[in-house]
Structure formats: structure tokens, C-alpha cells
């Protein structure tokens, strides 16, 4: 049986993960950062660990607790979007969002790496066209766009040493989603994005590698 780790699992796009995985037969291991999540996680079938992905000593006991696990594919999936408007953030702001969406993954992504190199797995992150700089045409979420850059940047280092290690490392735009960032306004489902990012990610090979794509697949310029 396959197994998939969703980081990030609480509610939205990484609730909706451990929901289809499961559906679908996998093991799966999920986190959420508070407990009552992690005992709803544990009712759907999942091995589930808390984790706050700020805290440097929160994830070191989760790379304790994974130290004996090999993982198929991997999704980074906890995320915060941070003050709306294109003015400068407060310094807190920058502090919560940068810690949330990039550090976190600086910290997760040498734990989780190891874990996909013996079944030459597929590492994921949860990235957004808004990190794009190529195809930029707003400065709507200034601080969300640098941030989403700037893990576009880990991942790309991902790709590299982990690549060498025959893993498969993208980043993803899940499309506009309904949930409590995307708001009901939204342009997709969760339903909807979480199908196409497994499909999508389920394809992909080691040519793949160090991309960046949206959720049907389509390249989106870095
Ligand atoms: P939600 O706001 O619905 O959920 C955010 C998730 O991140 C929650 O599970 C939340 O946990 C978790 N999280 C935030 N901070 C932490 C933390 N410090 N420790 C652990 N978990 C944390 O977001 P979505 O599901 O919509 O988004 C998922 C990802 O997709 C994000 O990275 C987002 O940037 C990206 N994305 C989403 C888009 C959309 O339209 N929805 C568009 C483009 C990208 P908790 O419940 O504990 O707060």
C-alpha cells in the first residue's frame, strides 16, 4: 500500500488530500498543528502528528516520529496568506507569513526528502501563480506573492539535491479554491483542485523535476 504524507491537514486543500487518499486505499500520515485535528485526521484513517510548522522544535519531533517511515509522495501543503493590499507588511506580518510559508518548508523539506529517496517519490509543494514573477500582473498580496516566490526558490533547490536522489520535486498552483483562504467566491471545488493536483502529480515523472505548474498541469512561468 502506498503511503502519502499531507502537511497541513487540518481543513482546505490538505483535509481534502487525506479525504481522497484514504478513499483511494493509500496510507496516509497527516499533521495538523492542534490535537482535536489530529484525533478528526485519526477518524478518517490517517497515522496523524501535530505540527506547527513555525516551530523549530515541533518539527524535529516529527522527524523523530517519521525517522523509520518511507513516503511515496509528499505534499507541503500549510500556508497563510497574510495582509490583502500591496503596501508594506508590518514587521510581525512579515515575521508570521515568511515563517509560515517559506522557513517552514527550508526545515520540512530536509526531514521529508530522505523519506521519498528509497521509492523514488514525488515531493509537492502547495505554491500559487501569485509567487509567479513571470506572469505577473498585480500587486494584490504583496507579502503572499514574495513568500510564495520565495518557496518557489527552496523548491528549486529541492529539485536539485533530492533530484540527485532520483525524487521528483514541483511546486503547484491549485487553482482559485474554495476554502477559508480561497473564500466561497472561488473559482474551483477543493473537490475539484485535490483531484486534479493527485491526477496531475500521479503523471509525472522524473522529467518533471524541479517544474512548476498549475493544477491541470500547464506550466507557469517561475
Ligand atoms: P486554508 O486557509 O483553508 O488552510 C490553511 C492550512 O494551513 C490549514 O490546515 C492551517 O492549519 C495550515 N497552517 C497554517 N499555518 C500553520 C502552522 N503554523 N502550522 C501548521 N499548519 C498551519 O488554505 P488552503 O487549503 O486554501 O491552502 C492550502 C495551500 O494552498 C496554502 O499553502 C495556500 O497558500 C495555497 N494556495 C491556496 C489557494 C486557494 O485559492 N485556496 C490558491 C493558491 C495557493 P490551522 O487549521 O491550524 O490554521
Not at 164 to 170: L, M, R, S
Amino acid at each position: 500500500m502506498p503511503t502519502a504524507l499531507i502537511l497541513g491537514a487540518s481543513r482546505g486543500i490538505g483535509h481534502e488530500m487525506v479525504r481522497q487518499y484514504r478513499i483511494d486505499g493509500w496510507r496516509v500520515i497527516a499533521t495538523a498543528r492542534k490535537q482535536e485535528d489530529c484525533d478528526e485526521l485519526a477518524q478518517l484513517g490517517a497515522v496523524a502528528h501535530q505540527l506547527d510548522v513555525t516551530g523549530a522544535e515541533s518539527i524535529a519531533a516529527l522527524a523523530w516520529r517519521l525517522d523509520d517511515e518511507q513516503v511515496d509522495l509528499a505534499w507541503l501543503v500549510a500556508g497563510v496568506y497574510g495582509p490583502s493590499g500591496s503596501s508594506f507588511p508590518t514587521g510581525p506580518e512579515f515575521d508570521t507569513v515568511m515563517h509560515t510559508n517559506v522557513l517552514a518548508a527550508m526545515r520540512l523539506i530536509p526531514v521529508v526528502g530522505p523519506l521519498l529517496a528509497d521509492t523514488r517519490g514525488k515531493l509537492a509543494v502547495l505554491s500559487s501563480k501569485m509567487g509567479s514573477i513571470g506572469a505577473r500582473h498585480s500587486t494584490e498580496g504583496t507579502l503572499y506573492r514574495a513568500s510564495k516566490a520565495a518557496l518557489n526558490s527552496v523548491l528549486a533547490d529541492a529539485a536539485i539535491t533530492y533530484g540527485a536522489q532520483g525524487v521528483t520535486c514541483v511546486a503547484f498552483h491549485p487553482g482559485w479554491v474554495q476554502t477559508d483562504m480561497g473564500g466561497a467566491g472561488a473559482a474551483l471545488t477543493v473537490e475539484q483542485s485535490v483531484g486534479d493536483l493527485r491526477a496531475t502529480l500521479a503523471k509525472l515523472d522524473a522529467s518533471s523535476n524541479g517544474s512548476f505548474l498549475n493544477h491541470d498541469g500547464e506550466p507557469i512561468p517561475w
